[in-house]
């Protein structure tokens, strides 16, 4: 079992800056891809960056250039620094680990983000 505790949400207003931790305990060697969604109010979950475990990284197009996304394999965190926030970022934020032979999926409990305008 994996367990990921989210932490770093919060307000902020549009043009300001939050970052995500997300701390990784159990079967840390069972990972592979790990990364970070989110979920606005009314809509689907979606993916905003992930980075595979040979350190490929992807990001939502809508966040290309303010979001950074990295993973520190000796604390077993991954994080993401969020600049120049819009109000369209706001939703709740989740951690995810996916098993690296894709037998599981682990999320985190969720971390609101808010940004007004």
């Known amino acids: 079992q994996v367990q990921l505790v989210e932490s770093g949400g919060g307000l902020v207003q549009a043009g300001g800056s939050l970052r995500l931790s997300c701390a990784v305990s159990?079967?840390?060697?069972?990972?592979?891809?790990m990364g970070w969604y989110r979920q606005a109010p009314g809509k689907q979950r979606e993916l905003v960056a992930d980075?595979?475990?040979?350190?490929?990284?992807n990001y939502n197009d809508s966040v290309k250039g303010r979001f950074t996304i990295s993973r520190d394999s000796n604390k077993n965190t991954v994080s993401l620094q969020m600049n120049s926030l819009k109000p369209e970022d706001t939703g709740v934020y989740y951690c995810?680990?996916?098993?690296?032979?894709?037998?599981?999926?682990?999320w985190g409990q969720g971390t609101q983000v808010t940004v007004s305008s």
């Open positions: 980075i595979k475990s040979g350190g490929w990284i």
């Open positions: 159990g079967s840390i060697a069972s990972i592979g891809a």
């Open positions: 995810n680990a996916k098993h690296k032979f894709y037998l599981a999926d682990y």
